[in-house]
């Protein structure tokens, strides 16, 4: 499985950024697709998952009603639509794949990784 992350960048606060997960190499409506992120010296932390029929989308508390996570199963792809950006937002981005939809919020349940981008929110 590969996943590759793109639609990062700079942006001030208040500003609005779409990521976008683009997955290969299995077939996508069979899994949940989550974002983390890791901001320098911190550990990953959830964002957001959505189920593999896009009925579940959950949120971390820090993102919910900013942060809009939804999949498009016909070009393989999952977004993260992020509003109302904060310098606290400011991380490297990653999407990755759960195939057994278990530990949702946590990243040891997650199979495969994407490389990340970078998103920096400055105020």
């Known amino acids: 499985v590969r996943l590759v992350e793109s639609g990062g960048g700079s942006v001030q606060a208040g500003g609005s950024l779409r990521l976008s997960c683009t997955v290969s190499?299995?077939?996508?409506?069979?899994?949940?697709v989550g974002w983390f992120r890791q901001a320098p010296g911190k550990e990953r932390e959830f964002v957001a998952v959505?189920?593999?029929?896009?009925?579940?989308?959950y949120y971390a508390d820090s993102v919910k009603g900013r942060f809009t996570i939804s999949r498009d199963n016909a070009k393989n792809a999952v977004y993260l639509q992020m509003n109302s950006l904060k310098p606290e937002d400011t991380a490297v981005y990653y999407c990755?794949?759960?195939?057994?939809?278990?530990?949702?919020?946590?990243?040891?349940?997650?199979?495969?990784w994407g490389q990340g981008t970078q998103v920096t929110v400055s105020s």
């Open positions: 990755a794949v759960n195939l057994a939809w278990v530990r949702v919020v946590d990243a040891h349940g997650y199979d495969y």
């Open positions: 959505i189920s593999r029929g896009s009925t579940i989308p």
């Open positions: 190499g299995r077939t996508f409506s069979s899994y949940g």
